[in-house]
């Protein structure tokens, strides 16, 4: 067979760019069976010369580090380098929707793109984001993680960076992998196992892979580890959690949302308010179960063209688990003739909503509302007589009731997603130094959620209508049952029927389609610059895409009437195309001369046109480009550098979702008086903050007693926006790569990125809206709350009537139909700015008895800012954490994993440095925590700072002959516990269990042992 252009790739491939690797291949891990690939993927470019030289820095993670580190997902993976972010992964519980994703500076999880083999994989939500549980790790070969811009090479979303997996390729011979893990408490165990059989065919001309696995995680419970036992409040320390709680409160006029006493014979009025502990019942860990197939093969039909396929399959259930469902805050009428009211709660009703004594009274003994005052007089038709079953005076009240339905058990929600996706392609050469890649490919997502433990808020409104223990009243839902919602926990009225009247499952289904097809001829135009070696290597070609998404809810979900559920599940579907053109050019202009070794510049432009799939077919269009270069002066030392214009497009989410109320994350209100435990931590509002707090829908009745957010959880109303146009960034790097001579297997690479978006697409976050309509705050108060005096005339500007508080209680959180909260509406408003130096060091020396290994990472992060819109304060997140920001965002992280390489044994440690952080803002306790709060009790906590985290990991691998290695790893070698902050420190989906479990171990010491078998 003749030497290709592909032929010649295959004996080149060896000196890609491992050299700035974030962690060095090992030798040994090389397969007897394979061979290199005629499919050379070098991530930031779609040049295929592997020769030559990358301007921007690429991170690379290799198969001996994957091996040492023992993952079970790519998101276990990723989510500890630095410079990533934590994003939603098998850490969150509360707001994880069944995926895991990569998020790359803290500039959100859609502004990078995931990638495969340098090709995009179908979306797992109407997001645009690819789910990592559905990589298929056995085969990878290595992780590329590009810095900065990549819109010009890879399209839309790859604005913050690109994380590419690169697959094996040309695997011959059978592999198997099993591996099974298990924290020291004995929970959390894993289990992995994985078969791969490839075989070269017809003379080397053809491949064939197979791989199938099996991966499953148990969860680990919150109320197993003595930080979870109990929640705790952020601000007092206390034994905290949700005022969703048992007893029953109900809202009051003038009294704000008293509890009833433990008997529900009358109201603990002015006594506080008994929190619900959620936390026993969340997850740290959520339980994973996926089964996943991929196969691909490649043929050379003849000697210039070969075509190769790829399909993946992977089919997975991620289920989370919080604590039960019930009534969170919701507006009820209440009969004041309800079997179960006693005497003195009624009186509480009545007095509190200026009803008599007399008619309070009447109204107890009243009948049915069905029941007529009059009926026909049976001896003449014509006539009508007094009913006797009539008994005048019958009334209601209108109240919020917040009631935890403990007797139906927790909320479990089943994320049952299947995959596939599927390539097929066409490349070859037209000369000995050009060559073409034709490929398409259609892969679909699914995401069926059964949402299961769920009350009805119109169920729990319909079991109240009742003045007998046994019936309810006509015009209620069929197999209504009566219940006593002012009784003690558990009543006898918690009866099967009437718990199976008040739940029901619901489903919500996700669907997630991507079609593409993707020609491209690269090579090298023949001729070198006058004083280079390598000639000029480009590529041009083109590229189309078609993106469908929807969500369909069943009547429940889109109604929103799944009691805790945080809002609606609107019915979206939408879907948008892309045509592209691309070119790309890597000029090397000096190569081998004094001084200049090599100097290469390098460029690349895409020009994209959108349609939207709505009335009038609305588009748009954006051009992307990059300029770059690389200077090698000696062979020592390379400085590097590039710029790049990106464009992040609107997602289907973003310009189809209807506008909806949901929760968002905010730990006081300025008119609050009142925190969760009904607590005084504010004088009443007077003067001006008065009419604002009235002009938002508070009442006289109300705005004295006015609480604090329910678990730190405000309503808020957002929404897509099919107006939205694509946001733009510019991103720059400089750096230096240096291999000194004198140092053999040293290399250091030293970067600096700056990244910044324009026009972003994004909503205010809930401080922003506060602080538009609030002002800045004014000071502190002697409970340690921040104090706000709102200007002159502002209970009339849109910034406060646009806020909308509960009718019965004032707050900003209840019943979404009633409370819509504060407006977080989507545009194309923001601005956000990411800059930082990322340090990689790869150094390996024989010290005679074994070889000694470091390869290290560090990131500083010097700016992560987020401006809603030009008139919010923006938000620089390093070196803190809060609701705003979601989670700590550390100045300093690194990684540095030091092996010792014996002839048959490694030894590998792996330290893991997350830098110190402080709250952002004030009011967060320090002291000793009380003795409400179980195990803690009597510890010293400072909930406003987190100090630097260090982890050390220990491994050890033997390698039996050629054909078995055996692994065994120990995380959290020093059983770490992880920082306590309570609970509304940060985000819900970030903050819990009160701590920050993405970002530090919350399961402790960890032990795993794999076992790898070759033939």
């Known amino acids: 067979m003749k030497k290709t252009q592909y032929s010649k790739l295959k004996l080149g491939a060896a000196p890609l760019v491992l050299g700035v690797a974030l962690v060095s291949a090992p030798a040994y891990a090389q397969d007897e069976g394979a061979t290199s690939s005629s499919e050379i993927v070098v991530t930031g470019t779609l040049i295929r010369n592997p020769n030559l030289e990358q301007a921007m820095p690429v991170s690379v993670i290799g198969a001996d580090a994957m091996e040492l580190r023992q993952a079970s997902v790519a998101e276990e993976l990723l989510r500890e380098l630095p410079g990533v972010t934590p994003s939603i992964g098998s850490a969150v519980n509360n707001g994880n929707g069944g995926a895991s994703f990569v998020n790359l500076r803290n500039m959100g999880s859609n502004r990078n793109v995931v990638l495969l083999d340098g090709v995009r994989i179908v979306p797992a939500e109407l997001g645009g984001r690819f789910d990592l549980n559905n990589v298929p790790l056995a085969l990878i070969e290595r992780v590329d993680v590009l810095t900065g811009g990549a819109s010009t090479t890879y399209g839309a979303d790859a604005v913050a960076g690109v994380v590419n997996f690169i697959t094996r390729k040309n695997f011959a011979g059978v592999e198997a992998n099993l591996s099974t893990g298990i924290t020291e408490r004995g929970d959390g165990h894993s289990f992995r196992a994985d078969v791969t059989i490839g075989a070269n065919f017809d003379d080397g001309r053809g491949n064939a892979v197979l791989s199938i696995g099996y991966q499953e995680s148990d969860a680990v419970y919150q109320g197993s580890r003595p930080w979870g036992e109990v929640a705790i409040f952020s601000d007092d320390g206390g034994a905290g959690g949700s005022g969703t709680s048992v007893p029953t409160r109900f809202s009051l006029p003038g009294l704000g949302s008293p509890q009833l006493n433990p008997d529900g014979q009358s109201f603990n009025i002015g006594g506080g308010v008994i929190p619900y502990n959620y936390n026993p019942l969340n997850v740290y860990q959520t339980p994973f179960q996926r089964f996943n197939m991929y196969a691909a093969a490649n043929y050379e039909v003849s000697d210039s063209v070969e075509v190769y396929t790829r399909g993946i399959f992977s089919k997975q259930t991620v289920s989370t688990i919080i604590a039960p469902s019930g009534a969170f805050g919701l507006p009820v009428n209440l009969p004041l003739n309800n079997p179960f009211l006693s005497d003195s709660v009624r009186n509480s009703f009545c007095a509190a909503n200026g009803i008599s004594a007399a008619a309070c009274a009447l109204a107890a003994n009243a009948s049915d509302p069905s029941v007529p005052a009059r009926i026909p007089d049976p001896d003449d038709p014509e006539a009508t007589i007094a009913n006797p079953a009539y008994r005048p005076g019958y009334q209601t009240v209108r109240t919020a009731i917040s009631r935890r339905a403990v007797e139906v058990g927790p909320r479990i929600s089943d994320y049952d997603t299947t995959l596939f996706d599927y390539r097929l392609g066409f490349r070859g050469d037209l000369s000995s130094s050009l060559s073409w890649d034709v490929f398409g490919s259609y892969g679909q997502s699914e995401n069926i959620q059964t949402i299961q433990g769920y009350t009805l808020n119109s169920r729990v409104q319909d079991s109240l209508m009742a003045n007998t223990t046994d019936s309810c009243f006509s015009g209620t839902a069929a197999g209504c049952v009566p219940v006593d919602w002012f009784g003690p926990t558990g009543n006898a009225t918690w009866t099967p029927e009437a718990i199976d009247f008040l739940s029901d499952n619901s489903t919500v289904r996700t669907k997630v389609s991507m079609a593409q097809v993707r020609g491209t001829l690269s090579g090298d135009v023949g001729f070198t610059s006058p004083l280079g070696s390598e000639p000029i290597a480009f590529a041009v070609g083109g590229e189309y895409r078609r993106y469908t998404a929807s969500q369909q809810s069943d009547t429940l979900a889109a109604a929103g009437d799944l009691g805790g559920s945080g809002g609606a599940s609107p019915n979206i579907s939408g879907g948008y195309d892309v045509y592209e053109a691309f070119g790309e050019l890597i000029v ?68 189809f979702s209807p506008i909806n109320t949901n929760l968002t994350n905010l730990a006081d209100d300025p008119c609050a008086s009142r925190d969760g435990n009904f607590n005084v931590i504010r004088d009443v509002p007077t003067g001006t903050l008065r009419e604002v707090c009235l002009a938002q829908g508070a009442t006289a009745a109300t705005v004295d007693t006015i609480m604090v957010p329910t678990s730190g959880q405000a309503n808020y109303t957002g929404g897509g926006n099919p107006a939205l146009k694509p946001e733009v960034g510019t991103t720059w790097t400089v750096g230096a790569v240096i291999e000194p001579s004198f140092i053999p297997r040293l290399a250091l690479t030293v970067d600096y990125y700056n990244i910044k978006i324009t026009k972003a697409i994004s909503a205010p976050v809930p401080g922003d809206a506060i602080t538009a309509c609030f002002g800045d705050p004014t000071g502190t108060n002697a409970y340690g709350r921040l104090t706000y005096t709102p200007a002159a005339g502002a209970a009339q500007s849109e910034a406060c009537t646009s806020i909308d508080r509960s009718d019965s209680a004032g707050a900003l959180s209840g019943e979404y139909s009633e409370t819509k909260g504060l407006p977080l509406y989507s545009s194309n408003l923001g601005k956000i700015k990411a800059s930082g130096i990322d340090v990689s060091l790869n150094y390996a020396h024989d010290i005679g008895f074994a070889d000694l290994r470091f390869s290290g990472m560090l990131n500083w992060t010097e700016k992560s800012v987020f401006q809603s819109n030009p008139m919010s304060v923006p938000l620089d997140c390093v070196g803190y954490y809060s609701a705003d920001c979601g989670q700590p965002i550390p100045e300093w992280n690194w990684s540095l994993r030091t092996t010792l390489a014996f002839d048959a044994v490694d ?61 065994l790893a120990v995380n959290n070698l020093f059983d770490k516990k992880p920082p306590l902050v309570g609970g509304e420190a940060g985000s819900t989906a970030y903050n819990s269990g009160n701590t920050f479990p993405s970002t530090y171990d919350a399961l402790g010491r960890r032990y795993t042992v794999s076992a790898r078998l070759r033939f």
């Open 588 to 655: 090397p202009l000096i190569q081998d001369k004094p001084f200049f070794e090599d100097l290469t510049i390098e460029g690349g432009i895409r020009y994209s046109s959108y349609t939207v799939d709505t009335a009038g077919k609305p588009g748009f269009n954006t051009t992307t480009w990059k300029v770059g270069g690389s200077w090698t002066p000696v062979r020592d030392i390379k400085f590097r550098g590039n710029y790049a214009r990106a464009v992040r497009a609107p997602n289907i989410e973003e310009l």
């Open 907 to 967: 030894v590998s440690v792996l330290w893991r440095h997350i830098g110190g952080t402080k709250y952002d803002g004030t009011g967060m306790f320090a002291g000793t925590l009380d003795e409400d709060v179980g195990t803690l009790a009597g510890k010293q906590v400072d909930f406003g700072r987190i100090k630097a985290h260090d982890y050390f990991d220990l491994t050890t691998r033997w390698s039996i002959g050629d054909t078995v290695t055996l692994v």
